[in-house]
């Protein structure tokens, strides 16, 4: 909620409603054509459609590790929202600093890309160098990780090892968190199991985009992270 309420700060401050400075000061300089709170009438065929899981993994059991639905033989999935009859189509009531947004992995690759390169893009500055730095280490005290703070499991994920920055989650101990990955890595997921992550250390970043809620439904970003530091030879 922390972000949300820095929403509403931000149009206060910048006296713009959120989706108007977030195209004016982030979108448009970063070239991310497909970025909003709702979709456009000319950009809904190219908009995908959200599923739930046809039994099971309800969002009550988010925060526990037990959730993952794997039977054998599968399970098959329910439409949840599509795409002509979102409510995504409408722009919301409430525009929240934390979430709500609409994009595509290009877009969303370029703000990554911003961050990779502390903070600038094509001759676009951002932020500074120095607030990417500060914001993508453990900010709890003491240097104590998620687990340390509160409840050990988040969606699919252990918070052990995890800290916290200014926005996003940081790996500050990668062995502790028993998932293949590099210390200073920092990131962040949504609701329908899609992530994504800085690793400075080996100069990339992943974006994943899927339709399936809740996050933890399959471990997809668990086993991604994996797939992509296995193809790395050098």
């Given at each position: ?6 929403g ?34 000319d ?10 899981p ?18 054998s033989?599968?399970v ?16 919301p ?29 094509d ?11 500060f ?22 994920s ?8 200014l ?66 030879t050098?």
């Amino acid at each position: 909620m922390a972000i949300d309420v820095l929403g509403r700060l931000v149009e206060i401050w910048s006296k713009q409603p959120l989706d108007e400075f977030f195209a004016d000061r982030i979108f448009q300089p970063l070239g991310m054509i497909d970025t909003a709170f709702h979709v456009d009438v000319d950009k809904i065929h190219r908009f995908a459609a959200c599923y739930d899981p046809s039994e099971g993994g309800g969002m009550s059991g988010i925060n526990s590790q037990h959730t993952h639905i794997r039977k054998s033989g599968g399970v098959g999935i329910k439409l949840n929202d599509t795409p002509h009859r979102s409510h995504y189509t409408k722009a919301p009531k409430i525009l929240s600093g934390g979430g709500g947004l609409t994009s595509t992995i290009g877009d969303y690759g370029r703000f990554c890309q911003m961050l990779l390169q502390k903070g600038e893009l094509d001759g676009a500055r951002i932020l500074g160098r120095k607030t990417v730095e500060f914001m993508t280490v453990n900010q709890l005290p003491n240097n104590k990780d998620m687990a340390a703070m509160g409840q050990a499991v988040w969606s699919e994920s252990s918070t052990e090892g995890i800290g916290y920055g200014l926005g996003m989650a940081v790996v500050i101990d990668a062995p502790t968190t028993q998932v293949i990955r590099s210390t200073g890595e920092y990131f962040w997921g949504g609701a329908a199991s899609t992530a994504f992550w800085v690793d400075p250390a080996e100069d990339l970043f992943v974006v994943l985009m899927t339709q399936l809620i809740p996050s933890s439904f399959y471990p997809l970003r668990n086993e991604l992270r994996v797939a992509t530091y296995q193809a790395l030879t050098n």
